[in-house]
């Protein structure tokens, strides 16, 4: 899953969505331009674009549930496959010494390119007070978190928009949010990984 494009189309479903609402408000005044009593049209017009909304209120959850799924199975496979158990007890042996922020880094170095140990290692400086700075589990999952809940957010505002704000404001502001992260994170996954102490 890439979380840009799978943004890009969830906002331009809201975008289509505002659109309907703001269509509904014009189609309604209108309706009392032209009719003596517009009540009858205004549910049949109300009706018509709630089928609208709702269906692309549909296709937007369907969206970001098959792309988080995608992504937490990729996430999963990546850092869950096969290692050995020689390779493993290496990486806990790692409990046992004191080691200093400059040997932390060699042995990052050595376990950055295997995430299943990478995972491991992680777990370990956890433990002594140190955390990695890059691409790790708990930082792809966390990521992936974030973008699900702001991204709900986004996805729900199709559904609960009204004819005079279009979609909600917090659809907007969760929107922007997420494209600020998610630019942040592009820049995340280029930097050199590192350790550093944990606040």
Not at 47 to 61: F, G, P, T, V
Not at 120 to 142: C, H, Q, R
Not at 183 to 191: A, G, L, N, P
């Amino acid at each position: 899953m890439d979380y840009k494009l799978t943004m890009d189309n969830i906002n331009s479903l809201a975008q289509e969505a505002g659109q309907l609402y703001n269509g509904l408000n014009k189609k309604i005044e209108t309706n009392h331009e032209t009719f003596i009593d517009p009540t009858a049209q205004d549910e049949q017009d109300t009706m018509e674009y709630a089928r609208k909304i709702a269906a692309l209120h549909d296709q937007a959850q369907q969206i970001l549930n098959n792309a988080v799924t995608e992504k937490k199975q990729d996430i999963n496979d990546r850092y869950h496959s096969n290692v050995t158990a020689d390779q493993l007890a290496e990486v806990n042996q790692l409990r046992q010494y004191d080691l200093s922020e400059d040997e932390l880094n060699g042995y990052l170095d050595k376990y950055k390119v295997n995430p299943p140990l990478l995972n491991a290692f992680a777990a370990v400086i956890k433990d002594k007070g140190w955390t990695i700075d890059g691409l790790t589990y708990d930082n792809e999952m966390d990521m992936l978190k974030y973008f699900q809940t702001q991204m709900q957010i986004v996805v729900d505002g199709i559904a609960h928009g009204s004819q005079q704000t279009a979609v909600p404001l917090s659809s907007k502001i969760a929107g922007r949010l997420v494209d600020a992260r998610i630019k942040q994170w592009q820049t995340q996954m280029s930097e050199p990984y590192t350790v550093a102490r944990i606040n």
